[in-house]
């Protein structure tokens, strides 16, 4: 009987915190749904992530992306310089934004960016998100 008592309250634990994952899961969803391109702008320019060598005054100024002004309009619908033919942000299309898969490195040429090392899952699911919700200026 004890047998059936620990497996009954096994069972339940499982399931309940299975239950908690997924509502765990589904509030992180909802909060990337709400991802505003301040949210967006902070990744790129807190921290010296990526402003440190995009920007007019910076002496290694690379690809010609100045994100310390204008960002919006320096990144959304605009061709990138190293593959001309591409958009850097191209709205509700993460897959053909090149920006955004210069910073999880599929599909670029040169190295992923920024090249210190990768951005954190968080972050890069914060971008996506902005991107897939029309990468609105907001």
Known sequence: MKKYIV??????????TSCEDNIKYKVDIEEASEV???DVKEI????????SCHNTQSKDYYAGLDLSASVYENIVGV??????NE???KANSPEESYLYRKMTGENIDG????????LNQIQLDKIKSWIENGALNN
């Open 7 to 16: 497996l009954a309250l096994i069972t339940v634990t499982v399931f309940f």
């Open 36 to 38: 505003t391109f301040t």
């Open 44 to 51: 790129f320019t807190n921290n010296n992530t990526c402003i």
């Open 79 to 84: 061709n990138s310089t190293q593959r001309t």
């Open 87 to 89: 958009v850097l942000i």
């Open 111 to 118: 190295t992923i960016m920024p090249p210190g090392g990768k």
